[in-house]
């Protein structure tokens, strides 16, 4: 039979050694799968949408940036905390040419009930089967997980966003838009 002591520093260590193994994977993959490469184009998709456009495609705003943010669900706390930022900061974003797009596997009419309730003026797309958010590395199972990418106006992804923290992030692709549209 084993002390009390080891059994605790064997547990103990194989926790750090998880942590450790986690905290060292690839940059290239998320729990979501894996995210497209840096500085290379942009998987392109065309989605419904609760805009009066009925679809949207990602070469629709070829010649723009693009800020893809994708999220779990219309009115919960964390996505609605997020679109709201979004939409606050929406006027600094025009000024910058930007166009934001967020990506759920919520339906087009629930994105139409969230756009009206919280007064949203940038266009949500409705990836119900996930095939978008799986591109993107940003699909767990039935929901698409809170990863945002900065897309150039020659539709090269410049920057990506895993762990978001929605009360704080608008504000964090605003400040990485400046430094890469200052290049």
């Given at each position: 039979m084993i002390s009390r002591r080891t059994f605790v520093s064997t547990l103990l260590a194989s926790c750090l050694a998880i942590i450790a193994w986690f905290n060292f994977a690839p940059a290239a993959d998320a729990l979501g799968g894996k995210l497209p490469p840096l500085n290379e184009a942009a998987p392109e998709f065309t989605l419904p949408t609760n805009t009066g456009k009925g679809k949207v495609s990602l070469s629709d705003y070829r010649g723009k940036w693009v800020v893809l943010y994708f999220y779990p669900k219309d009115f919960t706390s964390g996505c609605t905390l997020e679109a709201r930022r979004f939409q606050q900061?929406?006027?600094?974003?025009?000024?910058?040419?930007?166009?934001?797009?967020?990506?759920?596997?919520?339906?087009?009419?629930?994105?139409?009930?969230?756009?009206?309730?919280?007064?949203?003026?940038?266009?949500?797309?409705?990836?119900?089967?996930?095939?978008?958010?799986?591109?993107?590395?940003?699909?767990?199972?039935?929901?698409?997980?809170?990863?945002?990418?900065?897309?150039?106006?020659?539709?090269?992804?410049?920057?990506?966003?895993?762990?978001?923290?929605?009360?704080?992030?608008?504000?964090?692709?605003?400040?990485?838009?400046?430094?890469?549209?200052a290049v």
């Open positions: 900061d929406l006027p600094k974003y025009l000024a910058k040419g930007v166009q934001i797009l967020g990506v759920s596997a919520d339906s087009v009419d629930s994105h139409a009930e969230f756009c009206d309730s919280e007064g949203l003026k940038f266009p949500l797309l409705a990836d119900t089967d996930g095939k978008v958010s799986k591109t993107y590395g940003s699909w767990l199972g039935f929901f698409s997980l809170r990863h945002t990418f900065i897309i150039d106006p020659q539709g090269i992804i410049r920057e990506e966003f895993t762990g978001v923290n929605p009360s704080v992030h608008s504000r964090e692709v605003l400040v990485r838009l400046s430094e890469l549209q």
